[in-house]
């Protein structure tokens, strides 16, 4: 959330659009996710796929590079959605809970990456300006 949070206040509109899009979405999924975790929600699947378009957008339209990393990783996501639907119970609901989170981190950091690119460095101190001018007494008062 936090990444999301600055990619809205510094980011240009790739990373507002995709950090409301993607702070929208987590919400989203924890107000229609049902517990206990068995497999693939057909509410989650929908709402990791509206994200999946969305980074899929945003990389075709922008020409940057950290949103065709963060469509990849929703890929992933949504592949690992079909995964566990296809093993048909063969795989463990943690073990799919551990690839979901994996991919969301990458995600993130994708968005990350766009939301830190903004952050402008501090200037350099000079610390001449921290000085105060020395008056000098007995001498003309254009001088200082």
Same mark, same amino acid.
């Given at each position: 959330?936090?990444?999301?949070?600055? @990619? &809205? =206040?510094? /980011?240009?509109?790739?990373?507002?659009?995709?950090? *409301?899009?993607?702070?929208?979405?987590?919400? +989203?999924? #924890?107000?229609?996710?049902?517990?206990?975790?068995?497999?693939?929600?057909?509410?989650?699947?929908?709402?990791?796929?509206?994200?999946?378009?969305?980074?899929?957008?945003? @990389? &075709? =339209?922008? /020409?940057?590079?950290?949103?065709?990393?963060?469509? *990849?990783?929703?890929?992933?996501?949504?592949? +690992?959605? #079909?995964?566990?639907?296809?093993?048909?119970?063969?795989?463990?609901?943690?073990?799919?809970?551990?690839?979901?989170?994996?991919?969301?981190?990458?995600?993130?950091?994708?968005?990350?990456?766009?939301?830190?690119?903004?952050?402008?460095?501090?200037?350099?101190?000079?610390?001449?300006?921290?000085?105060?001018?020395?008056?000098?007494?007995?001498?003309?008062?254009?001088?200082?």
């Amino acid at each position: 959330m936090v990444v999301c949070v600055a @990619a &809205l =206040v510094r /980011g240009e509109w790739e990373e507002r659009l995709f950090g *409301a899009l993607y702070m929208s979405a987590c919400m +989203a999924s #924890l107000a229609v996710e049902k517990r206990p975790w068995t497999g693939p929600q057909g509410a989650i699947v929908a709402i990791d796929a509206i994200v999946l378009f969305g980074a899929v957008g945003i @990389a &075709l =339209v922008s /020409g940057k590079l950290w949103p065709i990393g963060a469509a *990849a990783f929703q890929v992933l996501t949504l592949g +690992a959605h #079909l995964a566990f639907v296809a093993a048909d119970g063969r795989l463990s609901a943690v073990g799919y809970l551990t690839v979901l989170i994996v991919w969301s981190y990458g995600t993130i950091a994708c968005l990350c990456c766009g939301a830190g690119s903004h952050f402008r460095p501090p200037k350099p101190v000079r610390w001449g300006s921290f000085q105060r001018p020395i008056r000098r007494r007995g001498r003309g008062s254009d001088q200082a």
